[in-house]
């Protein structure tokens, strides 16, 4: 298998930043696998599991990155990556969640205990406060892995939890 290297890169959000560091790690030769790029404020935050070739090192990488002019002032990190890349069970998304009303304080945290109560896993998370001219909701978003069994009450409890914030919840069931 080839190796596996973590790259991060934090930094100012501006237009063509994925385009740069994408054509860059394609032009030496890295497979992206998982990969998440987000906007957070006037900063952004590209994150991505790559696989090198036999010839390139995690160094290597973020030496290569570091000398994008796109990527003046980012922090920018390249690790080997030691765990197993391939998601096991836990990691199929079996439901999409989305949450959304007024900013509620902890609420990130309630959802994120019910879905330990069911043993249901965490895959991916997304929250994010509207600006006012969109109506200024907080909007968050689970993709989960809720074992055969136990979807029902899960899924009924995190409805009773926003409804009980005055919150809307909406699910539907994923094949990814």
Do not use: W
Not at 148 to 170: E, F, K, M, P, Y
């Amino acid at each position: 298998m080839a190796s596996v290297a973590l790259v991060s890169v934090l930094g100012p959000d501006r237009v063509g930043l994925v385009a740069a560091i994408a054509e860059h790690l394609f032009n030496v030769g890295v497979n992206l696998r998982d990969t998440t790029f987000a906007a957070l404020g006037s900063g952004a935050e590209f994150v991505a599991l790559c696989e090198l070739p036999a010839d390139l090192t995690a160094a290597d990488i973020e030496a290569g990155l570091m000398r994008l002019p796109e990527l003046a002032g980012a922090e920018i990190r390249a690790v080997p990556y030691a765990f197993d890349p391939s998601p096991g069970p836990a990691g199929s998304v079996t439901h999409r969640i989305t949450i959304s009303g007024g900013d509620q304080l902890g609420l990130v945290a309630r959802l994120s205990e019910v879905f330990k109560q069911y043993e249901a896993n965490i895959v991916r998370l997304e929250a994010r406060k509207l600006p006012d001219s969109e109506g200024g909701l907080y909007v968050t978003r689970f993709a989960v892995s809720i074992p055969a069994g136990r979807t029902d009450l899960c899924l009924a409890t995190v409805s009773n939890t926003a409804g009980s914030l005055s919150l809307s919840c909406q699910v539907e069931e994923s094949s990814l």
